[in-house]
């Protein structure tokens, strides 16, 4: 019974390599393109922000991160933003509560302002992200330029591309991409064989995490204590730290539609955006510069020291800085919320080992980053990947696992942290 089964199971076709063969050189190029728009902005907003928070407050003598400075800054960086969600043409893009890694396709006169109002965003401090709009910028410039220099190819490759790309650069290796695409290719059950599918969208990936490798060479292994052989301790640990930490994004993903729909009640970017950023001038001044822009450099000065904060001071970091993100993609700030919530994980994972020793600071930081990626962003191989990437410890791996099992019992099946254009969650 079990052999007829097997022989009348159909088997997708596989692709021929000159299907594939001509997909290289586009990959290629877009993958390449891709890293470099995203160096050019990430590198413009951080020349940008030693201007605005080292050189400018030094001229007038202000403390860069006094309560005062946060708040002119914050605000005003509200006010430049709004400035450019209202002027720009197709006000810097959709409303970014409403977006996901999967972008939309925009127009190219839409794309400047979005560079524009993220740049701002990434320099000013608000706590996100540049992933959303930098992917849905190579999405439009890809669709756009691809489509008429080589317009028999397939309209739906340029997206998938671009997206590829961008990730790939953004986490400097083609992983996270392929996992990514492999996670979205089971959603739509898109026919044919695996890596036929994933092939050219994994060959923009690589060149893009090559070009940001080979050009900036980054790295997100936080370089703290070695994790040996995992204990019981350990497992108990994960398990507990990494449902906490779902938990405590599904607090924020509940809260969307409401604090958005508060903002959305201003009526106007020049009122909403303002308003955003002298509330996270607020947060700024309770929870700390640490707590401040996308996150990613500041969670390298967490981990290099765990002992440094009290377990009072770190869960303080971890909600101002939720509450931060939350504020930030709820008022029309331009961004992600990945990065931002990265660093809500290893505050809330140094958070436990402060308050229980024994927790290792490695196990604590991959499980937080676990909980709370999978609860913001739905994304279950990229919440694991990301984890275990910043510990950099092969015996990590099958803790994560194990956690991520209850972590996700809490988050599927209910709202996810992006909005219907209606206001609504989607689940």
């Not at 909980?371 to 990229?382: F, I, N, S």
């Not at 956690?403 to 209910?414: E, H, I, M």
Request: aromatic residues 6%.
């Amino acid at each position: 019974m079990a052999q007829d089964t097997a022989r009348q199971t159909p088997f997708a076709p596989a692709t021929p390599a000159r299907v594939l063969l001509p997909l290289i050189l586009p990959a290629l190029v877009v993958g390449v393109l891709a890293s470099l728009l995203l160096l050019l902005v990430s590198g413009a907003a951080e020349q940008l922000q030693h201007v605005l928070w080292r050189n400018l407050p030094d001229a007038l003598g202000v403390g860069r991160y006094s309560v005062l400075w946060m708040l002119v800054m914050l605000t005003a960086t509200g006010v430049l933003v709004g400035l450019v969600v209202w002027k720009a043409p197709g006000h810097a893009g959709p409303d970014p509560a409403t977006m996901g890694l999967e972008a939309r396709v925009l127009p190219p006169a839409v794309l400047p302002g979005l560079l524009v109002a993220t740049a701002l965003m990434l320099a000013g401090g608000p706590s996100l992200g540049p992933e959303n709009p930098v992917i849905t910028v190579n999405v439009g410039l890809a669709f756009w330029l691809g489509g008429r220099l080589l317009p028999r190819l397939p309209g739906a490759l340029w997206p998938a591309l671009a997206e590829s790309a961008t990730i790939g650069a953004l986490f400097g290796t083609p992983v996270a991409a392929a996992l990514l695409i492999s996670e979205a290719l089971a959603r739509r059950q898109t026919q044919g064989a695996l890596w036929d599918n994933v092939f050219a969208p994994l060959v923009a990936a690589a060149a893009g995490s090559m070009t940001t490798t080979l050009v900036a060479h980054p790295t997100f292994d936080l370089h703290l204590p070695a994790f040996g052989r995992p204990g019981w301790g350990d497992l108990t640990a994960s398990l507990v730290i990494a449902s906490a930490g779902a938990a405590l994004g599904m607090c924020a993903v509940r809260a969307f539609p409401y604090v958005h729909g508060a903002f959305g009640r201003l009526g106007h970017p020049m009122l909403a955006l303002p308003a955003g950023g002298l509330v996270l001038g607020l947060l700024g001044a309770l929870g700390g510069h640490l707590t401040l822009f996308k996150g990613l450099d500041e969670i390298g000065e967490l981990a290099a020291d765990p002992e440094g904060w009290s377990a009072g001071q770190f869960a303080t970091m971890t909600v101002v800085k939720l509450t931060a993100m939350l504020v930030a993609a709820s008022c029309g700030f331009r961004g992600g919320r990945i990065f931002p919530s990265v660093f809500v994980g290893v505050a809330l994972g140094l958070a436990a080992h402060a308050l229980v020793p024994g927790v290792h600071p490695a196990v604590g930081v991959a499980t937080g980053v676990l909980g709370v990626l999978l609860a913001v962003t739905r994304q279950g191989w990229v919440s694991l990947f990301t984890a275990a990437v910043l510990v950099a410890s092969p015996a990590i791996i099958a803790l994560l696992c194990i956690a991520s099992l209850p972590a996700w019992l809490l988050v599927t099946g209910r709202p996810q942290m992006q909005l219907r254009d209606d206001g609504t969650a989607v689940r």
